[in-house]
Nanobody, 126 residues
Framework: QVQLVESGGGLVQAGGSLRLSCAASGSIFSINVMSWFRQAPGKEREFVATINWSGGSTNYADSVKGRFTISRDNGKNTVLLQMNSLKPEDTADYYC???????????????????WGQGTQVTVSS
């Protein structure tokens, strides 16, 4: 089992920055990939960014590319999401997720993830 706890959400004005943190505990040796997803009210959960737990390779949704940065601190078993130049459309609940294995390279599909955090709310005002 893997436990994930997010922190760092809040209210920020457009153009501002926030940093989200996801602390992993439990059977972290089994983690292959960790990602951030988000879900706005009335919308489906969507992929934001992913990082390979061991190799550190990353990928981003087009909507956040160049503004968001995902990174990991293996010593602290933590994944960070630095969010800059925030826009009102970034408003959502943000979730950290861990996958033991990604099938067909589809890291952007929520059903490939085995563990989820409780979410942290991000609100960007215009």
């Amino acid at each position: 089992q893997v436990q994930l706890v997010e922190s760092g959400g809040g209210l920020v004005q457009a153009g501002g920055s926030l940093r989200l943190s996801c602390a992993a505990s439990g059977s972290i040796f089994s983690i292959n990939v960790m990602s951030w997803f988000r879900q706005a009210p009335g919308k489906e959960r969507e992929f934001v960014a992913t990082i390979n737990w061991s190799g550190g390779s990353t990928n981003y949704a087009d909507s956040v590319k160049g503004r968001f940065t995902i990174s990991r601190d293996n010593g602290k078993n933590t994944v960070l999401l630095q969010m800059n130049s925030l826009k009102p459309e970034d408003t959502a609940d943000y979730y950290c997720a861990a996958a033991l294995r990604i099938y067909n390279g589809r890291y952007y599909q929520p059903h490939n993830y085995n563990y989820w955090g409780q979410g942290t709310q991000v609100t960007v005002s215009s």
